[in-house]
């Protein structure tokens, strides 16, 4: 069965931009993430430059990652930086205390994880350490990575083989505080972020973009005192995390990533699709102190956390990944770009083989998810301008409850073609649209899908390419309005020119 809905594509104001940073990503030691991830063992026999997985980095080259959060999340708040930079053989090693209590031997430290942002062309976002370091170690880090001057840190850069500044700008100043990264207070937490930013120095060609360590889902609390007692000129963003349960609670099963009933994924849909309200609210209460919306609103860690994979590892939080978790994403993104005015920047969690991976591997193996492809389909969205959607979405009903079927985002990019991404999250109807575009040029029409038989599909080291984009082709020029048959459980990407 089908329904029909009435969309009307708004020019928007031209200095609206959805910023690319949207679409961030998230290496923390974790699991198989960096270690047995991007940074492998010398003989796998797969292609490296150093330790550094080539088929990775080319995959990630491809969806253009806009910037890449290290060293953590938890871990940041036990990091220590100094012990992974100069001669690997003599680094210190460190249990990894957060994450399996595997010992890790530092081979994988901040030039290693500069190489690769790199490779990737993308802004490195560090995490420093508050929760257990001091603030000269902070300091001495910001200093070797960006300073000039002959000083003793700059010198051992240079040392360890790296003259020119590296020019960070993004700088979390801590993770979590309240929970893994100190449990503190948020009056407190505010009092050892302001001493922490004092002595986060610009260097020159490099001012510093300070980002405060914010709340926890629905803690409103938490940006409410943040916002009051830190002038908004001591930070460049403010962080929101929000993870989506299949089962919406963090005591006992948290769902199963892959063969979940049709319920189950509802529920996935309905506790993800709160993510809008969770980001209205913030950005209301970040509205009371900065008007002129300076402060960046940062979800630097989001996406579907399941119950691991049976037999795996539980501190390495490996899951597999099906349309369900695309559906997700996309829909995600959309609230995202529809939020650009406040959200200029998101991570998902994680990269590679945690969470809501891009990537998994297995040993030489190695797989695209369902989600990479969305972050493939969403990219034509970074840096556009913003263009405002009004429709009236069909619900999805199951049971007693429903949720929007339809969600979607809009934008034009500098050559002046649009682009408009769809999420039909109904299982079973088809939505028709009928979209009108006031103020739009374009001749032709044409775009990508990703969908599958099952919201519970996913890809295999067999078969990697059970799910992957095609070709769509239901959308049509209709006099100066596009047509659109949106199937069921489906992510479209359409481009207007
Ligand atoms: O992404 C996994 C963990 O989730 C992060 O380390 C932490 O910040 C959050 O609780």
Known sequence: SAQTVQMTVQPGDPKLIVSKHIQGQFAEHLGRNVYGGFWVDKDLNVPKKGRIRMDIVEALQKIHVPNLRWPGGCFADTYHWHDGVGPAAQRPKMLNLWWGNTLEDNSFGTHEFLELCDMLGTEPYLAANVGSGTVE?????????????????????????????????????????????????PEYYTDVYKRYATFAHDYPGTKLKKIVSGANGDDANWTEVCMKKIPTNMMWGLTLHY???????????????????????????????????????????????????????LVDE?????????????GFLYQQNTLRDALLAGTTLNIFNN?????????????????????????????????????????????????????????????????PALNASASKDKNGAVHISLVNLDTKKTINLETALPGVNWKNVSGRILTSNSVSDYNTFEKPNNLKLAEFKGAKKKGGNLTVALPPKSVVVLELK
């Open 243 to 297: 993870y989506t349960l299949p089962t919406g609670s963090w005591t006992g099963s948290k769902g199963a990533a892959t063969g979940f009933d049709e319920q189950q994924y509802f529920n996935t849909l309905r506790n993800g699709l709160k993510m809008d309200d969770i980001v209205t609210r913030h950005a209301a209460i970040m509205d009371k102190y900065d008007k002129e919306k300076r402060v960046a609103l």
């Open 339 to 403: 939020h650009c005015d406040r959200v200029k920047g998101a991570n998902l969690a994680q990269a590679v083989n945690v969470l809501q991976a891009l990537v998994l591997t297995d040993k030489e193996k190695m797989l695209l998810t369902p989600t990479y492809h969305v972050f493939d389909l969403y990219q034509v969205h970074q840096d556009a301008q913003y263009m405002p959607l009004d429709f009236k979405s069909p619900d999805y009903v199951m049971g007693n409850e429903k949720i």
């Open 302 to 314: 989001w996406g579907i956390w399941t119950d691991v994979e049976p037999g795996t590892n539980p």
């Open 137 to 185: 170690e902070m300091s001495n880090w910001m200093e070797y990575l960006n300073s000039n001057e002959d000083t003793p840190m700059v010198q051992e850069r240079k040392k360890n083989g790296h003259a020119e500044p590296y020019k960070v700008s993004w700088w979390g100043i801590g993770n979590e505080s309240w929970g893994c990264g100190g449990n503190m207070t």
